[in-house]
């Protein structure tokens, strides 16, 4: 059997003296322990070029990273909000937007969660510590391990999230400042922090169609988490036969 190619976004650094687009390693490992072939999207991609590149993967993962541009969603300006990116937001929206059209299928991480809760006309809390509550600890805490379980998750009783992770209620590394405000058009809520931040999102039809707002790729010893990446990989292949 042939292993699936999965496309996995990437940010930019150093765009003025030494442009470099990059990922995350945890993302590439996770896809190859699930049996994937990782390849890196690059930014600077037009529709064209993004539609091409779909047809040649089998699935797409869109990870975290620095923040949505609040004027996407009408959002608070706030101090907090940081790496701010244009064009990554351009591209991930078109290539996201492609992906929704065609049923191809995709899984968002952070960032990506809150990305597909955007571009499907939801908002997000600029700042959760400001705007919804500080009960838990949902930013990443200088020196604290990114596998570090923060907090836990309730996760909604018969969705895809449930049976890939075989319970409902799980803890979960946090690494976030921002969250859903509103969720976007069509989703289905999948799982909430304890203090109610919807933290799981599911898209009806498509293929896997499943975001998260925590990093299950930084934890590869979980073997619920790892899970996520094997269904994915599972759900690609089955779409292939």
Not at 82 to 92: L, Q
Request: proline share 7%.
């Amino acid at each position: 059997m042939t292993a699936p190619l999965i496309g996995i976004t990437t940010f930019q650094q150093d765009a003025a003296t030494l442009p470099t687009f990059a990922c995350r390693g945890t993302y590439v490992r996770a896809v190859q322990r699930a049996g994937g072939l990782p390849v890196l999207i690059p930014l600077g991609l037009t529709p064209s070029e993004i539609n091409r590149l779909l047809n040649r993967l089998d699935g797409v993962i869109f990870t975290g990273g620095g923040d949505i541009d609040p004027q996407r969603y009408n959002g608070q300006p706030h101090p907090r909000v940081y790496g701010v990116d244009a064009e990554r937001d351009r591209v991930e929206t078109i290539l996201l937007e492609q992906a929704i059209a065609q049923r191809f299928p995709f899984m968002g991480i952070c960032r990506g969660f809150q990305l597909l809760n955007v571009t499907l006309g939801g908002a997000l809390y600029t700042d959760i510590a400001d705007q919804f509550s500080a009960e838990l600890p949902h930013a990443h805490e200088e020196g604290r391990a990114y596998d570090f379980p923060a907090h836990e998750v309730d996760i909604t009783a018969e969705t895809r999230l449930a049976r890939i992770l075989g319970g409902t209620r799980f803890a979960v590394n946090s690494l976030h400042h921002q969250g859903v405000q509103r969720i976007g058009q069509g989703l289905i809520p999948s799982a909430h922090a304890t203090d109610g931040l919807l933290e799981g999102v599911e898209l009806p039809g498509n293929p896997f169609g499943l975001a998260v707002q925590w990093h299950p790729e930084w934890m590869p010893d979980s073997a619920p988490m790892q899970a996520l990446f094997t269904a994915f990989i599972e759900a690609v292949l089955q779409e292939e036969e």
